[in-house]
């Protein structure tokens, strides 16, 4: 790092880092009781403070990593400062937790982006700082950092086990992997996508010398045809069938299958991925996820994703392939009406963003759902012409996790979109100056509308004196 790179990276970590103690100042304030989630969450982890780890509230669906790790956090204040436990386990400080993550995840990005993209000379260190402040600021994992919620823990573990996996630590990776999946059980998914990643480097290495011995210049089939495609999984399926190939892979990944195989004995264990409550989190094909999560993403990086030459690439690519794009529609309204669910608490509470999307565009005519297919598939064909840089093994692996991650989830919950949208977004070209600052105002601007609506919009349900706040 440059002198003036580090000048700059230091600036934007503790101007991000003093804005967000403001606003977590302001949030104290107006909200000091325990909300929504929060509820369970906050006294599990005063109960785990005051040594009750036999206690466990039977609501709770997710692992105790994050009470666990604010135990660690919090109980050397009392041994250094001779604080008491009612202090340090407060609402307050347990929300405090999420932010020192926040600080960690500011690094863990910049540190990704540095290495995702240090092949790329003309990326300039202001354009690496600007993106890492800008996929800090992602709206929907910054308003979670004030509150005492997993996620922030769960993308700081889960970030720097990929960044782990990058630099070739694998063992050290698997066991972030695993702190990851103490935050939040799928979580697993994405420690699979770390030891699919080194497959499909490795597969992509076998892939060029396949090529070079037949003199062919094309590496990726994302760019070539259908025939290419299909060369492309005979050439999969051969590789993985040689015994010796198989080996290799499995040496270079027993970390992460050993992971594996954990999980799978816990679910056996278990009976299943969800502790605690499980009527609410009833797994399903819910297909339209991953068209929902097309197009979070497509909104969120629209600057990216809807550039004049991306709409005539596409709008080229239907004319040029129409019948496909035509069966691709009929498949698409076919999955939107036979596998939409509506799950209770998407239409049951008020409080939630999805609850709005829902009742003002989805309910306003049985016609909608399908009218948004295009829409769809076009965001779904952005977001894999970004990738195209990536080998067709490496775009395989993210959009079988991405599947894995979204579509079992009956629940409509953009908090799920959170790890999937910023492995994304990690790994497309780094975009010029004026798509940042674009994309960066976009995520300023729904910041601020976000914690104006939750701060001074609050209302109060029939029957109940409690404050509700409107939130993602």
Not at 65 to 81: H, N, T
Not at 277 to 305: G, K, M, N, V, W
Request: hydrophobic letters at 50%; charged letters at 15%; aromatic letters at 20%.
């Amino acid at each position: 790092m440059e002198r003036s790179e580090a000048y700059g990276f230091s600036a934007a970590i503790s101007g991000t880092f003093l804005l967000s103690c403001l606003l977590f100042s302001a949030l104290n304030r107006e909200q000091r009781a325990p909300y929504m989630d929060e509820a369970f969450h906050v006294p599990q982890a005063q109960a785990y403070c005051e040594g009750l780890f036999q206690q466990w509230d039977p609501m709770i669906t997710t692992l105790p990593g994050l009470y666990l790790m604010s135990v660690g956090i919090v109980k050397p204040a009392v041994w250094l400062f001779g604080w008491s436990g009612s202090v340090v386990c407060s609402t307050g400080m347990l929300r405090f937790i999420n932010l020192l993550f926040s600080v960690g995840n500011f690094y863990l990005l910049y540190l990704l982006l540095c290495k995702i993209h240090h092949k790329n000379k003309t990326v300039s260190g202001f354009q690496r700082i600007l993106s890492t402040l800008t996929l800090a600021m992602f709206p929907t994992l910054y308003f979670f950092t004030f509150l005492y919620y997993t996620d922030t823990g769960s993308v700081f573990f889960t970030l720097f086990a990929y960044l782990m996996c990058l630099y070739g630590n694998h063992k050290t990776s698997a066991l972030l992997g695993f702190c990851g999946f103490m935050f939040r059980q799928t979580n697993i998914i994405w420690t699979i996508f770390c030891g699919g990643s080194v497959v499909a480097q490795k597969l992509s290495e076998a892939w060029k010398t396949e090529l070079q011995k037949k003199k062919e210049e094309r590496i990726s089939a994302m760019k070539g045809s259908f025939s290419e495609l299909i060369k492309v999984l005979q050439f999969l399926t051969e590789y993985i069938m040689s015994f010796k190939n198989l080996v290799t892979l499995i040496v270079l990944t027993w970390p992460y299958i050993l992971l594996v195989i954990v999980f799978f004995a816990f679910m056996v264990i278990n009976g299943g991925i969800v502790v605690g409550d499980r009527s609410s989190h009833e797994a399903c094909f819910h297909i339209p996820q991953l068209f929902y999560f097309f197009s979070f993403t497509l909104f969120f990086s629209f600057p990216h994703l809807m550039t004049p030459s991306k709409i005539g690439n596409f709008l080229r690519s239907v004319w040029k392939h129409l019948i496909q794009y035509s069966i691709l529609i009929a498949i698409s309204l076919f999955l939107v009406w036979k596998f939409t669910y509506v799950h209770k608490y998407l239409i049951g509470d008020n409080r939630h963003y999805t609850f709005y999307v829902w009742r003002k565009v989805f309910q306003r005519h049985d016609l909608v759902k399908y009218i948004f297919v295009p829409a769809y598939i076009f965001a779904g064909w952005s977001l894999a012409d970004s990738l195209k840089s990536k080998s067709i093994f490496w775009n395989l692996i993210y959009f079988v996790c991405v599947f894995a991650v979204t579509v079992p989830q009956k629940l409509l919950e953009f908090r799920y979109f959170i790890l999937p949208f910023l492995i994304y977004r990690l790994n497309i070209p780094v975009p010029p100056l004026s798509r940042l600052l674009l994309e960066l105002t976009l995520y300023v601007v729904v910041n601020a509308v976000t914690f104006h609506l939750f701060l001074n919009k609050t209302f109060q349900w029939p029957n109940s004196e409690e404050i509700q706040r409107f939130m993602w």
